[in-house]
Antibody, heavy 124, light 111 residues
Framework: EVQLVESGGGLVKPGGSLRLSCAAS????????MNWVRQAPGKGLEWVSS????????YYADSVKGRFTISRDNAKNSLSLQMNSLRAEDTAVYYC?????????????????WGQGTLVTVSS | QSALAQPASVSGSPGQSITISCTGT?????????VSWYQQHPGKAPKLMIY???NRPSGVSDRFSGSKSGNTASLTISGLQAGDEADYYC???????????FGGGTKVTVL
């Protein structure tokens, strides 16, 4: 059974940093692109970042470019998001999500498995 | 990168069919077939309902179907049921400065 479990959320002051983690199990982690998607309270979904299984391809939303860094440890089946220079508008539930198709087929940009989310609150 | 345009709300009676639109540009919806649709119930993670414009993942009811015409993608729910009441989001690959863009979401109400 595929499982994604996020951790690392919490309350942080503006300008501060936070590192989110996502523990994956139940599939060949290194074979799939992984994503972070966030949802501000009462708002819609916003794609944040994507990383291919080999880490050769990394993408960021304009809103986080230069502040957030996505990474993965395939040996530990773990996905991370380092968030620096946090702003109030970064307050959201952050989900990690897996691409539907393995990288060998080509990413579909459709996300078939999602974690339960971890809440990040940026406030003084 | 602006979000894809979706109606804020759509409603229908049980058994009816409804359609949710998702309008983008030639840089996203109109130019590529990487359109997906998600269902999200309150307090839950999103669930993939449609990928590559019109494909259903295993386990998703065939009452859900997707299509695209020009720069607008659509999700149709037929035989509307109470459990279909949720928020629905479209997403697409974009050749713009970002990589993936979501729609603003549509709240579906079953009357």
């Amino acid at each position: 059974e595929v499982q994604l479990v996020e951790s690392g959320g919490g309350l942080v002051k503006p300008g501060g940093s936070l590192r989110l983690s996502c523990a994956a199990s139940g599939f060949t982690f290194s074979g799939y692109s992984m994503n972070w998607v966030r949802q501000a309270p009462g708002k819609g979904l916003e794609w944040v970042s994507s990383i291919s299984g080999s880490t050769n391809y990394i993408y960021y939303a304009d809103s986080v470019k230069g502040r957030f860094t996505i990474s993965r440890d395939n040996a530990k089946n773990s996905l991370s998001l380092q968030m620096n220079s946090l702003r109030a508008e970064d307050t959201a539930v952050y989900y990690c999500a897996r691409d539907l198709a393995p990288d060998s087929v080509g990413p579909t940009l459709a996300l078939d498995y999602w974690g339960q989310g971890t809440l990040v609150t940026v406030s003084s | 990168q602006s979000a894809l345009a979706q109606p804020a709300s759509v409603s229908g009676s049980p058994g009816q069919s409804i359609t949710i639109s998702c309008t983008g540009t030639t840089s996203d919806v109109g130019g590529y077939n990487y359109v997906s649709w998600y269902q999200q119930h309150p307090g839950k993670a999103p669930k993939l309902m449609i990928y590559d414009v019109s494909n259903r993942p295993s386990g998703v009811s065939d009452r859900f179907s997707g299509s695209k015409s020009g720069n607008t993608a659509s999700l149709t729910i037929s035989g509307l049921q109470a459990g279909d009441e949720a928020d629905y989001y479209c997403s697409s690959y974009t050749s713009g400065s970002t990589y993936v863009v979501f729609g603003g979401g549509t709240k579906v109400t079953v009357l």
